[in-house]
């Protein structure tokens, strides 16, 4: 048995995150504390939010705030460019309040 990678943990996420089973805040809250548990965590926490956003490049939720917020955290922090299919599914986002504002500064606007 191998580690779980980054990919394969977004393919599952966003799964779940396509359902109304998990809430933006709760999912933003675990993997935060996954980033910090480790200094090379959130180089893995980081792709892996990029990958799920790819995924469900038409699935903008309300409660996405705290999710992006983190990826801008994280991406700030450590220097971590955007990837191009993340750029792309963010493109079509259409959002508001904290959700809009972290998406901005995401995509460097």
């Known amino acids: 048995m ?3 990678t980054p990919r394969a943990m977004a393919d599952t996420l966003a799964a779940v995150w396509a359902t109304p089973l998990i809430k933006g805040p709760r999912i933003a809250k675990s993997l935060a504390a996954v980033a910090a548990a480790q200094a090379t965590l959130p180089l893995a926490v980081y792709p892996m939010l990029c990958a799920m956003v790819a995924l469900n490049p038409t699935i903008a939720r309300k409660d996405g705030a705290p999710l992006m917020e983190l990826m801008l955290e994280l991406q700030l922090a450590h220097g971590l460019a955007l ?4 750029q792309q599914a963010l ?3 259409r959002t508001t309040g ?4 972290a998406l901005q500064a995401l995509r460097g606007h």
């Not at 990837?83 to 993340?86: D, G, L, Y």
């Not at 904290?98 to 504002?101: G, L, R």
């Open 98 to 101: 904290k959700a809009k504002a």
């Open 83 to 86: 990837p191009a299919e993340t």
């Open 2 to 4: 191998g580690r779980v």
């Open 91 to 93: 493109a079509g986002w």
